[in-house]
């Protein structure tokens, strides 16, 4: 089945620790996205890329990188200046934005700290 | 700049009852508008989305929205809720001059037996 894999389900971080979540989609999508889902504050967007080795700020990339150096795949890195990472990230991907063509999601990573 | 309101937090409908979930927008150009369903510790799930055409577009499950371009709403409808309709229902609004989707902060739908 084709779909949006997101591991681990589960990632606990230790203070000035960089931790990586990982997203795969076999998909063959264009476009990814990062989005942070906090209680009561529906998704925010992170970083997304729209093309392999190419990637543009969302709105709250601060603490945050990305890389996209091959099309299926889309890490996050959470990096130790981000001073409140506890929340549910969620990867997407889509065949064309353009084109109106709805995203997909993964189900998530929970990340907490330690 | 595109932003997109549901103005409720949550919604309380028994079973068997209509239920309506509202969404309003605000694009400079052409909307295109989505409504996704979370359940818990879940992605967000595609329902249906408005492009352009027909203003009453039906989606997964026997959901439906209405596209209203007078009133800048996209309201989510269902005719007859079921229990297992109950989870978070986000509306997310993209402008045709914009690469990326805005999502509403979300409706919790609770579904009473």
């Avoid at chain 1, 990230?89 to 934005?97: G, V, W």
């Avoid at chain 2, 700049?1 to 605000?26: F, H, I, M, R, W």
Wanted: with cysteine.
């Amino acid at each position: 089945d084709g779909g949006i894999t997101q591991s681990p389900k589960y990632l606990f971080r230790k203070e000035g620790q960089n931790v990586t979540l990982s997203c795969e989609q076999n998909l063959n999508h264009d476009a990814m996205y990062w989005y942070r889902q906090d209680p009561g504050q529906g998704l925010r967007l992170i970083y997304y890329s729209q093309i392999v080795n190419d990637f543009q700020k969302g709105d709250i990339a601060e603490g945050y990188s990305v890389s996209r150096e091959k099309k299926e795949s889309f890490p996050l890195t959470v990096t130790s200046a981000q001073k409140n990472p506890t929340a549910f990230y969620l990867c997407a991907s889509t065949e064309s934005p353009d084109r109106g063509q709805p995203q997909h999601f993964g189900d998530g990573t929970r990340l907490s700290i330690l | 700049a595109q932003s997109v309101a549901q103005p409720e937090d949550q919604v309380n409908v028994a079973e068997g009852n209509p239920l309506t979930v509202k969404c309003t927008y605000s694009v400079s150009g052409n909307p295109y508008l989505f409504w996704y369903v979370q359940y818990p510790n879940r992605g967000l799930q595609f329902l249906l989305k408005y492009i352009t055409g027909d203003n009453l577009v039906k989606g997964s499950y026997g959901f439906e929205a209405e596209f209203n371009k007078s009133q800048t709403s996209f309201h989510l409808k269902k005719p007859s809720a079921l229990v297992s309709d109950s989870a978070l229902y986000f509306c997310a609004v993209r402008d045709a001059g914009y690469s990326t989707l805005t999502f509403g902060k979300g409706t919790m739908l609770l579904v009473s037996p």
